[in-house]
């Protein structure tokens, strides 16, 4: 079991830590997109995100409590407050919603161009980042990517005289792939002075908060019969609270502190391979060429980008 007190330590990084740290974040985070789809089988969207994000928090304060460590956010609570709302609830709150109608692979595969928007959002390192015409190309071809995973639904909408369910998912994915780099660059440029599990906690305690709030304004509780929630969304949701959140999202928060944003985005490079692959072989999804296809070029657009970074660090 990984030592989370020990991963989250303030202490300069052993290799084994940043190695498990990254084996979270790529392995445990490309499983969580099939087990958010089971979840949604016998849990409402936003209660779920919810229920996730607060037990979490829970467990964490919990924990450091009983280590004798202060949970009090001291003058660190903006930081956590926006970085909470940008991560959990904008970020991970889109991937839920679009899961109720869109397979999780398909997600999965449309998420991968967040490291893309790492390179746009990230401001302080324009003249870096745009001075490459590979750069420059890779975010082109990853934003074309996406486009030709959801060519069938942008073709259908065309036709079309109102804007279809179907079409809208778009926009809210646009939102998780813009919300998480925001709030990743955010923290990483307004680093806590929080343990970083603490900070963590604080963040997810955010995004439980806001969930929650959606899920009252729009009803959930009133119509939710918790009698008929089957075992494997329970069992799903314990995956999601133990190994999404405790163990993957800590590590996030601990590796943007101690390496680089964009290369602890690479997380989406495995993300959607593993994804795929549970959501294929064990969730009985179908992929089409259009998805195929778009994955290949996402992830051939983001490892240009990233080849050219090491060719510029290398010279």
Known sequence: MVDLRSLMSSVAPSRLKVYLAFAAIYLIWGSTYFFIREALNGFPPFLLGGTRFLIAA??????????????HPRGDLRTAVITGFLLCYVGNGAVVWVQQTIPSSVVAIAIAVAPLSFIVLDRPQWKVNFRSRSTVFGVLAGIGGVLLLFSAKIQAQLGAAEVT???SVLFILILGIVGWPAGS????YHPPQLPNLVNSGWQMLTGAFFFLLTSAGRGELT???????????????A???????????????WLLQVRPATQVSTYAYVNPVVAVLLGVFVGNEVLGWREVLGLVVILAAVGLINLARYRKAKG
């Open 185 to 188: 660059l955010y923290a990483k």
């Open 58 to 71: 829970a467990l964490i304060f919990a924990w450091s409590l009983a280590q004798g460590n202060s949970i």
């Open 165 to 167: 369910p179907e079409f």
């Open 223 to 237: 119509h939710m019969d918790w009698g008929a929630i089957p075992a494997s969304a329970w069992g799903a949701l």
């Open 239 to 253: 995956y999601l609270i133990v190994f999404g959140s405790l163990i993957g999202f800590s590590a996030y928060v």
